[in-house]
């Protein structure tokens, strides 16, 4: 169920990729290299810190199937269509949510302290939106500016260790930690919500 779970979050940041490319009027090919970047980032860099080799996705053909074929479907379709402007928003929050969760299931099975579990639930959650959109050329990247996103894949880390503390089934406290995690992302959006900044902008 984990793995679906996975698979479900790993076609969003996928699709968002491919609409960060179409945003930025990039080629298929360039659609392509964010589909990956995006969809596989967060997830090698997490590994790579916990010295696991080899990397997950490289012996995963059905991962990277359903990469390609997101990414793919995602093109086709919009040369036929315009999807609505948020849509970018939503499925990255998506994907945000449900590699957050991966992410804190993965730390936790290695071992790691619960501190180091959050840092890198968070660091496998927001690392392909980072890569994503520093490649379209958007810089400071969604991350670094006043946005609720990480504080978002925070909160849902943090409530995943609870939850599996408690003896939680995976699957139920994937999906409330997961669910939380959208919430707090979409609900951050539709407020227009931000965290504040460090300093005031100088007046012109």
Known sequence: MLHVLYLTGIAAFAASGV??????????????????????SGGTLRDLILGRHPLYWTHDWILLTVIAATAVATMVFLRYRELPHRSLMTVDAVGLAVVTVIGARAAIDAGVTPFAAVILAVLTGVTGEVIRDVLCGEFPPLLLREEVYAT?????????????RLGTGPTAAASVAASLVFAVRMGALHFGLHLPRLAQRPPA
């Open 19 to 40: 609409l960060a490319a179409h945003r930025a009027r990039l080629d298929p090919f360039g659609g392509l290299v964010l589909a990956f970047a995006a969809a596989i």
């Open 152 to 164: 978002a894949a925070l909160l849902g880390a943090v409530a995943y260790l609870i939850l599996d």
